[in-house]
């Protein structure tokens, strides 16, 4: 076995179980009485471990770590930082000085890129290491994996509000009948779909769902939206926030730029709004959840948070028995029962690829999903976390940032 210590950091947006993997990586590193060094945690991802911000995370309370498992946010903090080529020789000389020979990424497209690299500079100066990603995110799409860890609890948050809203909106008498929801996701509609799963009868919400999978015609959009409304009295909208026109460009971009050079997305909903105010006479209203969709771990999916904290305990065994430069992947074997097994790719084919909804998941209106994605996402949601309470708020934990410090 390599003998030397590891670190654990997070990148990119949080989820509601996002550590729920750390704590998977930090308990199944220090239950292993053959663990061949400490474990450390780089504050702030990869851009906290450039900036020797590192703790030893063996130092932490253990009711801390695994209060981990309920706790959203990113425990270790996170960062969006794209790593230049002096930055990764830099990188190699932290790990040299710290003897780190294990490195555990968590994260999303991005993350995974930066992974790849980081291991591609360790080999190139001919440090050996073990790095492994541990896919995370709420927009579900990294490809060469059935799904992600926080797709399932974002997506059982989303299904609950549309739900709900859906309720108040058929049920109350006000000027204000057709509500639009703005879901997360840039290229690909995985968490706007999941708007599908709250919907029991043919007339309850919601009735119109857009993707960044199809194009998005303004035209097409007031007539759906009519239709429902003359048949019903009311229409629940659900959509992207990175809905394309016909070319292909996002219909409503602030026009920045982020650390990776994505389009930076935003007034969706309020834009549909004003639309269907100004041409149908019809008064709306917009719902926009921001970050309450990859925060709410008060509602997290128990199978999501498991899953998760599986992705940490199985990096940290493929890492140990050798294995290297490859990302943690979930393999299904079923729907009902819902089974899955764990398995691998190779960060290269991950990194920076996006998985989006097959089109044969889409109903041929390009307004709604089929029932192909309904059984694909139904086992993600299922299950309820259950927490600590004080006050009739969860009591979450928070890491310790002057313990253990390096």
């Given amino acids: 076995m390599l003998q030397g210590n590891a670190i654990v950091a997070q990148s990119g947006g949080p989820t509601a179980v996002i550590n729920s993997s750390v704590a998977g990586v930090v308990e199944t590193w220090l239950a292993n009485p053959d663990a061949p060094g400490n474990i450390y945690g780089g504050i702030s991802g990869i851009k906290g471990i450039l900036e020797g911000r590192i703790i030893d995370l063996a130092e932490q309370k253990r009711s801390v770590i695994e209060g981990l498992r309920y706790t959203p946010g990113a425990g270790i903090f996170s960062c969006r930082h794209k790593v230049t080529a002096a930055e990764q020789e830099r990188l190699v000389e932290t790990f040299r000085k710290l003897n780190i020979r294990y490195f555990f990424y968590n994260g999303g497209n991005d993350s995974m890129d930066t992974a790849n690299k980081t291991w591609q500079a360790a080999l190139a100066a001919d440090w050996e290491m073990r790095v492994i990603g541990i896919p995370k995110t709420v927009d579900n799409d990294l490809a060469f994996t059935d799904h992600c860890p926080g797709f399932g609890s974002a997506a059982k948050y989303i299904a ?163 294995k290297s430069g490859l990302m943690v992947t979930f393999e299904r074997i079923a729907d009902e029962p819902y089974q899955i097994r764990m398995g691998q790719t190779p960060l290269s084919k991950v990194a920076n690829v996006e998985k989006k909804i097959p089109l044969t998941w889409i109903n041929e209106e390009h307004n709604y999903v089929t029932e192909d994605f309904i059984r694909y996402a139904r086992p993600l949601i299922t299950g309820e976390v259950h927490m600590p309470m004080k006050g009739g708020l969860p009591e979450y934990v928070r890491i310790d940032l002057n313990r253990g410090r390096l």
């Fill in 160 to 322: 609950t509000t549309v739900r709900e809203t859906g309720i108040d909106l058929e049920s109350v008498s006000t000027k204000n009948k057709v509500t639009i929801l703005e879901a997360m996701g840039r290229n690909a509609g995985w968490l706007t779909a999941a708007a599908a799963l709250s919907k029991r009868y043919e007339d309850e919400a919601p009735h119109l769902i857009y993707l960044p999978e199809t194009p998005f015609v303004k035209e097409k959009f007031l007539a759906d939206v009519e239709r429902v409304y003359r048949k019903l009295g009311y229409c629940y909208v659900v959509v992207s926030e990175g809905i394309t026109d016909e070319n292909g460009e996002y219909c409503f971009a602030t026009g920045g730029k982020d650390a990776f050079g994505h389009a930076q997305l935003s007034g969706v909903g309020v834009a549909l709004k004003d639309l269907v105010e100004s041409e149908l006479s019809i008064k709306a209203r917009c719902n926009t959840p921001g970050t309450a969709q990859r925060s709410a771990a008060h509602w997290a999916s128990k199978t999501d948070a498991d899953e998760a904290y599986l992705a940490g305990r199985t990096a940290v065994e493929y890492a140990l028995a050798g």
